[in-house]
């Protein structure tokens, strides 16, 4: 089993996000979504080791990374971890907002992006429904304590992950119950981008894997179309059985399609 580095790296505003290194490799930088934290990506630093250098982070307030205390932006933050702790261009592997924050860091630093891994990602620039936003009238209105948040995500939401899929359901709870500043509320202190990624996905050049479980919101396919769309080197995957989290729900499934497209990834262009 290789060697698990860590270290807590110092971003603007004087917090510090906390990162874990492992294996030899091409580098492969993994961000999480906006409710789980890096350990949401146990099978892959584990299995993906092998042949890259594999690089998870908590995003502010998440996990052991500090609680925003100034402004801040995430797609920064990202960058940050890319030109600090790997040897640049990364593979950049993101879920759900993470998904989001690994194509801006690609539009606003192509320097440090070597191919994106965007796994149910959203894109700035496109909407979402009522449906999405209060999940299908699902989600109860008003604050929530960390409790009830936690039921929410890993009991009632329908498209989070699979409903059958219980032992997934049982690891998001847990991380949550290990985690309940995950749910804090921190976007007031996030800076929004200055520029929509929707309308400059064409500008994107390296080789992208979308992947999305077929049981995610119809909001998220939607997202997923339209960056296939606009990424000449896209490709789009739905992983059946999983939801929002197909590398926690059918880790060994979404590893061996990742491997693939990453073995791949330097054959010709797509025309």
Same mark, same amino acid.
């Given at each position: 089993?290789?060697?698990? *580095?860590?270290?807590?790296?110092?971003?603007?505003?004087?917090?510090?996000?906390?990162?874990?290194v492992?294996?030899?490799?091409?580098p492969?930088?993994?961000?999480?979504?906006? $409710? &789980?934290?890096?350990?949401? +990506?146990?099978?892959?630093?584990?299995?993906?080791?092998?042949?890259?250098?594999?690089?998870? #982070?908590?995003?502010?307030?998440?996990?052991?990374?500090?609680?925003?205390?100034?402004p801040?932006?995430?797609?920064?933050? &990202?960058?940050?971890?890319v030109?600090?702790?790997?040897?640049?261009?990364? $593979?950049?592997?993101?879920?759900?907002?993470?998904? &989001?924050l690994?194509?801006?860091?690609?539009?606003?630093? !192509?320097?440090?992006?070597?191919?994106?891994?965007?796994?149910? !990602?959203?894109?700035?620039?496109?909407?979402?429904?009522?449906?999405?936003t209060?999940?299908g009238?699902?989600?109860?209105?008003?604050?929530?304590?960390? =409790?009830e948040?936690?039921?929410? +995500?890993?009991?009632?939401?329908? #498209?989070? /992950?699979?409903? =059958?899929?219980?032992?997934?359901?049982?690891r998001?709870?847990?991380l949550?119950?290990?985690?309940?500043?995950?749910?804090?509320?921190?976007?007031h202190? *996030?800076?929004?981008?200055?520029?929509?990624?929707?309308?400059?996905?064409?500008?994107?050049?390296?080789?992208? &894997?979308?992947?999305?479980?077929?049981?995610? $919101?119809?909001?998220?396919h939607a997202?997923?179309?339209? $960056?296939?769309?606009g990424?000449?080197?896209?490709?789009?995957?739905?992983? !059946?059985?999983?939801?929002?989290?197909?590398?926690?729900? /059918?880790?060994?499934?979404?590893?061996?399609?990742?491997?693939?497209?990453? /073995?791949?990834r330097?054959?010709?262009?797509?025309?």
């Amino acid at each position: 089993m290789s060697v698990v *580095e860590t270290c807590r790296l110092p971003v603007d505003g004087g917090d510090a996000v906390f990162c874990e290194v492992r294996g030899q490799g091409p580098p492969l930088v993994l961000t999480h979504d906006f $409710i &789980l934290h890096r350990e949401s +990506w146990d099978a892959q630093f584990e299995a993906l080791s092998g042949a890259y250098r594999v690089v998870r #982070w908590d995003r502010r307030g998440y996990g052991r990374s500090d609680r925003p205390s100034a402004p801040y932006a995430s797609d920064d933050d &990202l960058a940050r971890v890319v030109a600090s702790v790997t040897e640049p261009p990364a $593979i950049l592997m993101g879920c759900s907002n993470g998904g &989001l924050l690994s194509l801006q860091c690609a539009l606003a630093h !192509p320097e440090l992006v070597a191919a994106l891994v965007l796994v149910g !990602p959203v894109v700035s620039g496109l909407g979402f429904t009522e449906h999405f936003t209060s999940r299908g009238g699902r989600r109860p209105g008003g604050d929530l304590t960390a =409790a009830e948040e936690i039921e929410y +995500w890993s009991s009632t939401d329908p #498209w989070f /992950t699979a409903p =059958a899929n219980t032992r997934a359901r049982d690891r998001m709870r847990a991380l949550l119950m290990a985690n309940p500043n995950n749910l804090r509320p921190k976007e007031h202190l *996030e800076r929004a981008f200055e520029t929509p990624a929707l309308p400059r996905l064409g500008q994107t050049a390296v080789p992208t &894997l979308i992947i999305a479980g077929e049981h995610d $919101i119809p909001d998220v396919h939607a997202h997923c179309g339209a $960056i296939e769309a606009g990424i000449r080197r896209a490709t789009r995957l739905v992983l !059946p059985g999983s939801g929002h989290l197909p590398h926690v729900e /059918t880790p060994g499934e979404f590893n061996t399609a990742v491997l693939g497209f990453l /073995t791949a990834r330097q054959g010709p262009e797509r025309g």
